[in-house]
């Protein structure tokens, strides 16, 4: 089996679509010898900011001289992004040799496993065959029947920020999502918990008591953001008792320097639990190394091109809180596409009052929103809309209609801004 034809593979595994629970990832793993068993693991799950603090603590460990695995999902522009080891991509060959081998070893046991769960337990035996230090692995849906948590122990478990997504899967409440995110902690295992509502939080500590597990909570309270703007953000904050000052990361938005914060208070668990040896010098430079492209990522200069993945409200109220922090009041234009299962209404609402001009689009992905429906939606809140099905159509629309001072924001879906991102650059290449 080739590249291609492994990835053929896994999309034809779509059809199983999205089955909660562990039973086929764990007849799966029996035969591929439980490469999971294997693995450091830090697992990180929650609505918003999983793969910046992931990114975070993959860049830290990476610059103190660790190897260190980084599964994330979904992917933007490439399917090998979802794997990496110190910031390098699964190679291609590999992804055909393990699939290949999965294949076998699913046809043996008769199983039929979704796409997340085949790439997952790739990931798990790729990881285990390069001998990875640390994995930094993020939750695909939930948490609790996720195929990720197929891991019977984890170094620590690290909740971000919980808000309402996926109802339909997870729960209508904040408090029953909250409880499948709750999933991923261990029997007496450690908690690391964004500061959140005392719903979600709630939840997480009755969790962590009926597991005799430690709940560290991080808070937010005494951080100065001492300079932001759309390239980089210098901050001082205290993490577990100890002061830092001027650290710099190159994402953007608030929600990315408490995601930093986060980051940091897993490393210091990892430092005191573990005894790494990880200096300050090193977090600085894992901090300003960090990338996680389709967040609020500025990948033109003129017009400024903005690509951000907000598909929820909360996603959605922290691109509106950059805006208003790094445009002083000014209009922008708007490239939008979502997926139908979303708030598509609530993050309207959030979104509309800083455009003037919208184009939307429809995402490649079966769940899609029409571009049109999408633009009877919006047509109550600015006139200047104009709907282009196919992503590249938008993309030309969008930048053949707008000046050099103009402020283009592509956001809705990370199924779409991947795309957008790529017929960029493409179209930055050929001018």
């Not at 390098?88 to 496993?113: C, F, H, M, S, W």
């Not at 001027?246 to 995601?259: T, W």
């Amino acid at each position: 089996m080739n590249y291609q034809e492994a990835l053929n593979y896994i999309n034809e595994s779509h059809k199983f679509g999205i089955r909660l629970g562990l039973d086929n990832m764990r007849n799966l793993l029996e035969l591929l010898g439980n490469p999971q068993d294997k693995l450091n693991v830090i697992h990180v799950a929650g609505t918003n900011g999983k793969g910046s603090t992931c990114s975070f603590i993959t860049s830290i460990l990476k610059e103190s001289g660790y190897k260190v695995g980084l599964y994330t999902s979904p992917f933007l522009e490439t399917f090998t992004e979802r794997i990496k080891i110190n910031g390098e991509n699964i190679p291609e060959e590999d992804v055909a040799r393990i699939v290949t081998l999965i294949k076998e070893k699913i046809e043996q046991g008769d199983i039929y496993p979704t796409e997340f769960e085949i790439v997952t337990a790739m990931a798990f035996y790729y990881y285990c065959e390069q001998d990875v230090d640390f994995v930094a692995l993020e939750v695909g849906l939930g948490g609790r029947y996720d195929a990720t948590n197929i891991i019977e122990t984890s170094d620590v478990s690290v909740i971000t920020s919980i808000s309402l997504d996926h109802v339909g899967i997870l729960g209508d409440t904040v408090a029953k999502i909250a409880y499948e995110k709750g999933g991923i902690i261990k029997e007496n295992g450690t908690a690391i918990v964004y500061d959140q509502s005392d719903e979600a939080k709630d939840v997480i500590k009755d969790i962590c008591k009926e597991k005799n597990a430690k709940y560290i909570e991080v808070k937010f309270d005494d951080i100065n953001i001492k300079q932001s703007d759309i390239y980089s953000q210098v901050y001082d904050c205290s993490i577990m008792g100890k002061k830092y000052e001027d650290l710099e990361i190159k994402l953007i938005g608030d929600h990315q320097v408490n995601n930093s914060i986060l980051a940091l208070s897993a490393i210091d668990f990892l430092k005191e639990t573990k005894g790494l040896n990880i200096t300050e010098e090193d977090i600085r430079k894992g901090l300003i190394n960090t990338k996680w492209p389709g967040r609020i990522e500025k990948i033109m200069e003129k017009p400024i091109f903005i690509i951000d993945g907000a598909h929820n409200e909360d996603g959605a109220r922290s691109l509106a809180k950059a805006i208003d922090k790094n445009f002083n009041g000014k209009k922008a234009t708007l490239l939008i596409g979502m997926l139908e299962d979303k708030d598509i209404d609530g993050v309207l609402e959030i979104l509309m009052p800083y455009f003037n001009k919208v184009i939307t689009t429809t995402p490649d992905n079966p769940r899609a929103i029409d571009s049109e429906k999408l633009k009877d939606k919006i047509s109550k809140y600015v006139d200047n809309i104009v709907s282009k099905p196919s992503i590249e159509e938008a993309v030309e629309y969008t930048l053949k209609n707008s000046s050099e001072d103009d402020i283009v924001i592509s956001a809705g879906s990370l199924y779409m801004i991947g795309t957008v991102r790529t017929l960029v650059n493409k179209m930055l290449v050929l001018n």
